[in-house]
């Protein structure tokens, strides 16, 4: 089981590129999220998915597009690139199962995260 | 208004005793989970703990459990006989919505002194 994994994990993009990060998850879970994390600001949701051919906007969907062609990829694209988002992304995956306890639980499964900077 | 407000910017503690890190949330959906993470400086993200809306009994994941009061929309984490491998930042977060939207409080950085 390898988890969340997000390719790449670095990159440098001059204003104006594009570029897809790939996000897979081998738990077979529905829901998939990418987020930005920036100094001091927490992560924001930029889009999530709840299944397969399914995608939302979340907090900051602006400058980004997603794709879930298969349940265990979520793509995120960025058509043309700012300066205003260098960050660090992440990816998750997420499902809901029966605890211990008896009640319903989700657990959230991040990736290693992408370092983008974007000059 | 924020979904998710963490106030304690940075807290210290000394090793072996216990913490409680703030978190309140502001929702008017019936049916919310509430998570906490921890993120050491080398930046993966750690699933702690989850408590949803309508459990009654609060949880509890080894030396972590969550404090929910559900009349302040308060998830107070507390961390009992603290290690130095505590020290991180520990981000709230909220899931509501038949999406399950997330969302994010800006951490607390917890330093555990020896």
């Known amino acids: 089981n390898a988890g969340v994994t997000q390719t790449p994990k670095f990159r440098v993009l001059k204003t104006g590129q594009s570029m897809t990060l790939l996000c897979a998850q081998d738990?077979?879970?529905?829901?998939m999220y990418w987020y930005r994390q920036d100094p001091g600001m927490g992560l924001r949701l930029i889009h999530y998915?709840?299944?397969?051919?399914?995608?939302a906007k979340g907090e900051v969907p602006d400058g980004y597009n997603v794709s879930r062609l298969k349940k265990q990829n979520f793509l995120l694209g960025l058509e043309s690139a700012a300066p205003s988002q260098t960050s660090v992304y992440f990816c998750a995956s997420s499902y809901l199962h029966l605890g211990v306890t008896g009640a319903y639980t989700y657990e959230q499964y991040f990736g290693p995260g992408t370092r983008l900077t974007v000059t | 208004a924020q979904k998710i407000t963490q106030t304690q910017p940075g807290m210290f503690v000394q090793e072996k005793e216990a913490v409680t890190l703030d978190c309140t949330y502001d929702?008017?959906?019936?049916?919310?989970?509430l998570f906490w993470y921890k993120q050491p400086s080398s930046g993966e993200m750690i699933f702690l703990i989850y408590?949803?809306?309508?459990?009654?009994q609060n949880a509890t994941e080894g030396r972590y459990s969550l404090n929910f009061q559900k009349a302040r929309k308060s998830a107070n984490l507390v961390i009992s006989a603290s290690q130095l491998g505590d020290s991180a930042m520990y981000f709230c977060a909220m899931r509501e919505g038949p999406g399950n939207q997330f969302y994010f409080g800006t951490g607390t950085s917890l330093t555990v002194i020896p």
């Open positions: 929702t008017s959906d019936p049916s919310y989970g």
């Open positions: 408590q949803g809306s309508y459990d009654q």
């Open positions: 998915s709840v299944g397969e051919g399914t995608t």
């Open positions: 738990m077979n879970h529905e829901y």
